[in-house]
């Protein structure tokens, strides 16, 4: 059977790890408690209490199974050394575009995706774009107001 990789740092596995080890144990117990409360409060059918911490159990059991997938397929992005002679998972990519002002990016996997944070996942279109090619290469990407290009100038 096909397992989906999560590729992830080492610092977001552990960001990752440490979210699910708090739902598996205080949130847990919180909702527990919330749900035992909740019964203690009267009619089932009117119980708008027992409702909402029902919905907030299903989210968090749904995020604890999410995690524990993520986690058992990750694969952590090691740090490399110096330039590199084409974009992978791991890469800190710098481009411009246009004249435009260079910009670097890491390429991370989806769960950590933040380009705010200069985080774009390798599944994005700029993200799949750029892997593999190489210093001086030109990417090109749909975007919503139309093609957009972009050149490769450093890789590390």
């Given at each position: 059977?096909?397992?989906?990789?999560?590729?992830?740092?080492?610092?977001g596995?552990?960001?990752?790890d440490?979210?699910?080890?708090?739902?598996?144990?205080?949130?847990?117990?919180?909702?527990?408690?919330?749900?035992?409360?909740?019964?203690?409060?009267?009619?089932?059918?009117?119980?708008?209490?027992l409702?909402?911490?029902?919905?907030?159990?299903?989210?968090?059991?749904g995020?604890?199974?999410?995690?524990?997938?993520?986690?058992?397929?990750?694969?952590?992005i090691?740090?490399?050394?110096?330039p590199?002679?084409?974009?992978?998972?791991?890469?800190?990519?710098t481009?411009?575009?246009?004249?435009?002002?260079?910009?670097?990016?890491?390429i991370?996997?989806s769960?950590?995706a933040?380009?705010?944070?200069?985080?774009?996942?390798?599944?994005?279109?700029?993200?799949?774009?750029?892997?593999?090619?190489?210093?001086?290469d030109?990417?090109?990407i749909?975007?919503p107001?139309?093609?957009?290009?972009f050149?490769?100038i450093?890789?590390?």
């Amino acid at each position: 059977m096909e397992t989906n990789k999560t590729y992830l740092t080492k610092e977001g596995y552990e960001k990752l790890d440490e979210e699910l080890q708090y739902l598996r144990t205080v949130r847990r117990r919180e909702i527990a408690r919330r749900l035992e409360l909740a019964l203690e409060e009267g009619p089932l059918l009117e119980n708008a209490e027992l409702e909402d911490a029902r919905n907030e159990q299903a989210f968090v059991e749904g995020r604890i199974l999410m995690l524990e997938r993520m986690l058992g397929n990750a694969v952590i992005i090691e740090e490399g050394e110096g330039p590199h002679e084409e974009v992978e998972v791991g890469s800190h990519v710098t481009i411009t575009e246009g004249n435009g002002s260079p910009e670097t990016y890491r390429i991370v996997g989806s769960a950590e995706a933040d380009p705010t944070k200069g985080l774009i996942s390798n599944a994005s279109p700029l993200g799949r774009a750029m892997m593999g090619c190489k210093i001086g290469d030109r990417v090109t990407i749909d975007a919503p107001d139309g093609k957009l290009e972009f050149k490769i100038i450093g890789i590390k």
